[in-house]
């Protein structure tokens, strides 16, 4: 662990851990030469390096919006590491804990974003492989105004762990902290590879339709660990939920959203659309993007139709239909939505219940 104030690189000053994932440890530092945070990791001790700095070159390329930039990488004293654009907020898997689920409206925003960033990346030939919620970084804010991939500066390195545990003999049965957890993302091809299998751009598209069907209803498309790879095997997926299509307020939204997100799941990855088709197809999708905002619902009325809720700034008023996933709410509960214009209160829709 790099204690607070330890200089590296003669460049960037450690002030705190902020992070630590499966191969990892990530440091908020400030690059002293430009006066500006950055985010700076390292490999977590046990973790070869071999393949760091040719990723990292080759990560450096991409140039996006939504994908948080690859800045520097270098060795000192033995250790590696790689500095990328810090982005203020949390994860995507942070973010959906806090709700079971997003309404379909901020979820056509979340795919639309993330496949503007992975398309960016497929065109300078830079594949993720490790696509998950933990490895999107989003706002703080209620909704989802800002949305960035990383850690491609990384995606060889962890092709180079996934292939060593193939190597071994079975990847599904590995016990590393990174495998399990990309396991409920993680492609047919790449899960049962076998030595000297090519990847292509395909993985991703995969991890981005499992990853969306996880946020729309809250549930793991073909479950977690190694009950995710017995079901990839044997093609058991589970449905869509009922409740996505049966108010009629989301119906149409989610129905396109199904499609979509069916097709990036095809088992035969010449099946899956390209990033930029992906774009394209999130490009026809009608949903609003308004600011979200937290209340308290302060009560129920007509047999619990209908009801309304407050914050210090505001107050608003619901149907029970503007309720994504839900068909009752109970006053006291924290809800989450989007305000419109109405008399004598706001408006809200879509309303999302907070766990």
Not at 74 to 83: P, R
Not at 152 to 180: H, L, M, N, P, W
Request: charged share 20%; aromatic share 10%; with cysteine.
């Amino acid at each position: 662990m790099i204690t607070s104030n330890t200089l590296i690189g003669g460049r960037y000053m450690v002030h705190q851990h902020i992070g630590a994932g499966g191969m990892q440890d990530v440091y908020l530092a400030l690059d002293q030469f430009l006066g500006n945070y950055v985010a700076l990791k390292t490999p977590q001790p046990g973790q070869k390096t071999r393949r760091f700095q040719a990723s990292a070159v080759i990560a450096g390329r991409v140039n996006h919006h939504n994908v948080a930039k690859t800045l520097d990488y270098f060795e000192e004293n033995g250790n590696v590491y790689l500095i990328e654009e810090f982005v203020k907020g949390e994860t995507l898997e942070d973010k959906i804990k806090q709700r079971k689920f997003l309404d379909p409206h901020l979820a056509a925003r979340t795919i639309h974003l993330l496949a503007k960033g992975v398309r960016a990346s497929h065109i300078q030939g830079v594949i993720h492989r490790d696509l998950k919620p933990s490895n999107i970084m989003v706002d703080s804010s209620t909704g989802i105004e800002e949305l960035k991939i990383t850690d491609f500066g990384i995606a060889t390195f962890t092709d180079e762990v996934f292939q060593e545990e193939a190597d071994s003999g079975d990847i599904t049965r590995s016990t590393s902290g990174t495998v399990k957890g990309a396991l409920p993302f993680m492609a047919p091809e790449m899960m049962f590879r076998k030595k000297g299998d090519s990847i292509t751009p395909a993985l991703d598209i995969w991890s981005i339709g499992a990853m969306m069907f996880k946020i729309l209803t809250g549930e793991y498309p073909f479950g977690v660990f190694l009950d995710a790879a017995v079901n990839v095997k044997t093609r058991n997926r589970l449905d869509w939920p009922a409740f996505m299509t049966s108010n009629a307020q989301f119906s149409p939204l989610c129905r396109e959203l199904q499609k979509i997100i069916d097709s990036c799941l095809e088992y035969e990855p010449t099946k899956r659309p390209t990033a930029d088709a992906l774009v394209k197809m999130c490009q026809n999708l009608c949903y609003q993007t308004s600011e979200r905002f937290e209340a308290t619902v302060t009560r129920m009325i007509q047999n619990g139709y209908s009801g309304f809720a407050s914050n210090p700034q505001h107050s608003v008023f619901f149907s029970i239909h503007s309720i994504y996933g839900a068909s009752r709410v109970n006053s006291g509960s924290k809800i989450t939505y989007s305000k419109f214009p109405g008399t004598p209160n706001f408006r809200a829709h879509p309303v999302i219940i907070l766990n």
